[in-house]
Structure formats: C-alpha cells, structure tokens
C-alpha cells in the first residue's frame, strides 16, 4: 500500500500525516459498512450512525490542511450515514490513495 500519496498542497505539518493516516484507518475500521467509487473524483463511504461526531471531527481538520477535499454527509438507509468525498481533477491522485487505505 502507498503511504505517500499526500499532496503537496496538504499544509498538515509532515510529523503529523502518520497520526492523521491512522486516523482515517481507524475510522475505517470501526464504521465503515461500505463504499463506492462513484467516479473518478467522488468515493461514497457508508458508515455506521455512531461515527457522526468522530467523521465529522476528522473531515473538518482533514478541512483544515487539505482545502481541495469536500465532504458532505448524508443520512442513509439502515440507520448509517453517508460520507461523500469529492476532489478536483488535480488531486484524484489523492483519493486513489485514500480509496487504497479501505479495508478489503
């Protein structure tokens, strides 16, 4: 798996993209319930309900550093919540790499 797929329009300071990476992961592994790559630019992820605070926490900083990414949440059928990720052409190299750190 590449663990170097951070752009360099990130402005997360570089001894932090590790922790920021096991972020996501963990988030990963506790909600997810399904994902989609809707285009090349957009992954739907299907989390579970109680993950709203923590997803929205971590989007918002993910915010912070990355500007490029937007996030929208979305209720969804099941009692689960639907996080869309949408990127510019310029930085579909990023969600590659973000849609690689899914657990299979």
């Keep these: 798996?590449?663990?170097d797929w951070t752009p360099?329009?990130?402005t997360?300071?570089?001894a932090e993209l590790p922790l920021r990476r096991a972020e996501f992961d963990q988030l990963f592994a506790d909600y997810l319930r399904g994902a989609d790559r809707v285009d090349p630019h957009t992954l739907d992820l299907l989390l579970a309900a109680d993950s709203r605070?923590?997803?929205t926490d971590l989007t918002a900083r993910e915010n912070e550093c990355?500007?490029?990414f937007t996030f929208t949440?979305?209720?969804a059928p099941d009692d689960r919540i639907r996080l869309r990720i949408h990127v510019p052409p310029a930085y579909v190299a990023v969600l590659d790499g973000l849609s690689e750190r899914l657990p299979q």
């Design 12 to 14: 997360l300071p570089t």
């Design 73 to 75: 949440f979305t209720e």
């Design 66 to 68: 990355c500007s490029f």
């Design 1 to 3: 798996m590449d663990t």
């Design 53 to 55: 605070a923590t997803a």
């Design 8 to 10: 360099s329009a990130c």
